[in-house]
């Protein structure tokens, strides 16, 4: 069985599913030649989670969904991964942490005290960033709404890639927020 396995099975295993903390994961997916490239970041994300008791997922995918460029395959890996967590922070693969000191609950503490149903958090002051955001997972039971909000964006993908290649290849998966 893999490390990465091995972490998630103790995160998973860890306490009974009535306690109150919050569970966290950090989750990132990268073909294995980005994986490589980026040892470093990938570093300092597992070691922030150490730090704080966090799920350290990297998922790695060697094949495209649906003949997609790879960042899209982080759709299909937060669907797997949203039943375990109160919170998945999504994080590309080449994003460093440099303040390990912070907390996640920092950036989803408004969204604790908003009103019912925030559900995202994505937004690098310029705009939509698809690139770090938190979605509120479904440890307590799947959520309808956000489950649509992946298949539309999934969808509306699908409908860019087929409009226009050249945009797609140059936004990903972020073009169809801008």
């Not at 704080?52 to 669907?79: C, I, M, Q």
């Not at 303040?99 to 994505?122: C, D, K, M, Y």
């Not at 969808?155 to 050249?166: I, K, S, T």
Request: glycine letters at 8%; aromatic letters at 16%.
């Amino acid at each position: 069985m893999s490390s990465f396995m091995l972490l998630l099975l103790a995160t998973l295993l860890r306490g009974d599913a009535s306690e109150r903390r919050q569970r966290f994961a950090v989750i990132s997916t990268a073909t294995p030649d980005y994986i490589e490239a980026n040892e470093e970041a990938i570093g300092s994300r597992r070691c922030y989670c150490l730090r704080h008791d966090y799920a350290f997922v990297l998922e790695t995918t060697s094949a495209t969904v649906d003949g997609r460029d790879p960042h899209w395959n982080k759709l299909p890996v937060l669907r797997k991964y949203l039943p375990y967590y109160d919170w998945v922070f999504f994080v590309d693969v080449d994003i460093f942490v440099t303040n390990s000191s912070v907390q996640l609950a920092h950036f989803t503490a408004p969204a604790e005290r908003a009103r019912p149903g925030t559900r995202f958090i994505f937004n690098d002051g310029i705009g939509v960033n698809s690139g770090a955001f938190f979605v509120r997972g479904w440890r307590g039971g799947r959520d309808a709404w956000t489950a649509a909000f992946l298949e539309r964006w999934w969808h509306l993908g699908g409908e860019m890639r087929r409009a226009n290649r050249e945009y797609e290849s140059f936004l990903r998966d972020q073009g169809e927020w801008m």
